[in-house]
């Protein structure tokens, strides 16, 4: 199979997926670890329509390279190298896209659940 050249660049923004001032330095005790865990999601959080909606609403925002390799694993969950070989990327490329995909999913759900799920 010809790999095909894809820009998947031009999607990333210019900054980091997650803000780094949320991991620690290197002179602190565990550099590139997180300084505090992201707070655990509330009970019933997963069975709640609102979530739902937020999460669609999400998803449908991401550019469309983004969204096709964060649906193929986490929600056909396909294999990682097999949804990178159908989309014409490298390995490193899908996991690149794929968390950063799942940083703005996970982030744009902490906004919505820290509001009270009101959209």
């Known amino acids: ?4 050249r894809v820009p998947w660049r031009r999607d990333f923004s210019p900054a980091t997926a997650v803000d780094p001032a949320r991991f620690q ?26 979530v739902a909606a937020c999460l669609a609403d999400a998803l449908a925002e991401l550019p469309p390279p983004w969204r096709d390799v964060v649906t ?14 159908e989309r014409g990327l490298l390995p490193e490329q899908e996991r690149a896209i794929r ?12 906004r ?8």
Request: aromatic share 8%; proline share 12%.
């Open 1 to 4: 199979m010809k790999r095909m």
């Open 25 to 50: 330095d290197v002179g602190e005790p565990y550099p590139r670890h997180w300084r505090e865990f992201p707070e655990p999601w509330p009970p019933g959080v997963t069975t709640d329509p609102d």
């Open 72 to 85: 193929g694993v986490d929600v056909q969950h396909g294999d990682p190298v097999g949804v990178a070989a």
């Open 99 to 110: 968390n950063r995909a799942r940083a703005f999913l996970r982030e744009r759900l902490a």
């Open 112 to 119: 919505h659940v820290a509001r009270g799920g009101r959209r």
